[in-house]
T-cell receptor, first 114, second 115 residues
Framework: EPEVTQTPSHQVTQMGQEVILRCVPI?????FYWYRQILGQKVEFLVS????????KSEIFDDQFSVERPDGSNFTLKIRSTKLEDSAMYFC????????????FGQGTRLTVV | ELKVEQNPLFLSMQEGKNYTIYCNYSTTSDRLYWYRQDPGKSLESLFV?????AVKQEGRLMASLDTKARLSTLHITAAVHDLSATYFCAVDSPYSGGGADGLTFGKGTHLIIQP
């Protein structure tokens, strides 16, 4: 069964460092997303991406964040200068079409900023 | 701002009992999703509800949607221990419409089913 894959599963980084989280969405999906979940809290939308550009972004997705689809398969989230409060589980998701199917989530990357 | 509220947030129940989780949302939407999350794991899609009056069932779980009341329910019948997990409802956010919208999640219902 097709699935969304994320790497790494766990990343530890020092405050102020840049990190790149990687995702391979399901191959025939057109819409891609990043969400985050701070430990024990709800899942929060960060950004959506369609047709090689950002479609929507939340207030959380400030100038420290960027997304890219560098080739036909990968979808990346970059955090330019990490802060302690960026520590969270980051989920990538993809979706096939416009609002009539569910989003499929990857296993997540646990980011720990020390 | 779209708000999605679930209740209860925590539920401990015994095997064999029935219970309902409620999900209210604050804006017009006819697309609602239920997800399950096991500890430390990803989100697994359970149900996609796409219209008023939609009802979906899978095993001991049944979900329904009332768009006029802006309410969805997830009903658990004769609970078993394997259903212990956190259950989230989510609504398509009203940014631009269509599939590129992000989902707004409720806080989740942490369900523990005691043997």
């Amino acid at each position: 069964e097709p699935e969304v894959t994320q790497t790494p599963s766990h990343q530890v980084t020092q405050m102020g460092q840049e990190v790149i989280l990687r995702c391979v969405p399901i191959s025939n999906h057109l819409y891609f997303y990043w969400y985050r979940q701070i430990l024990g809290q709800k899942v929060e939308f960060l950004v959506s991406f369609y047709n090689n550009e950002i479609s929507e972004k939340s207030e959380i997705f400030d100038d420290q964040f960027s997304v890219e689809r560098p080739d036909g398969s990968n979808f990346t989230l970059k955090i330019r200068s990490t802060k302690l409060e960026d520590s969270a589980m980051y989920f990538c998701a993809s979706r096939q079409d416009r609002g009539f199917t569910e989003a499929f989530f990857g296993q997540g990357t646990r980011l720990t900023v020390v | 701002e779209l708000k999605v509220e679930q209740n209860p947030l925590f539920l401990s129940m015994q095997e064999g009992k029935n219970y309902t989780i409620y999900c209210n949302y604050s804006t017009t939407s006819d697309r609602l999703y239920w997800y399950r999350q096991d500890p430390g794991k990803s989100l697994e899609s359970l149900f996609v509800l796409l219209s008023n009056g939609a009802v979906k069932q899978e095993g001991r779980l049944m979900a329904s949607l009332d768009t006029k009341a802006r309410l969805s329910t997830l009903h658990i019948t004769a609970a078993v221990h394997d259903l212990s997990a956190t259950y989230f409802c989510a609504v398509d956010s009203p940014y631009s419409g269509g599939g590129a919208d992000g989902l707004t999640f409720g806080k989740g219902t942490h369900l523990i089913i005691q043997p």
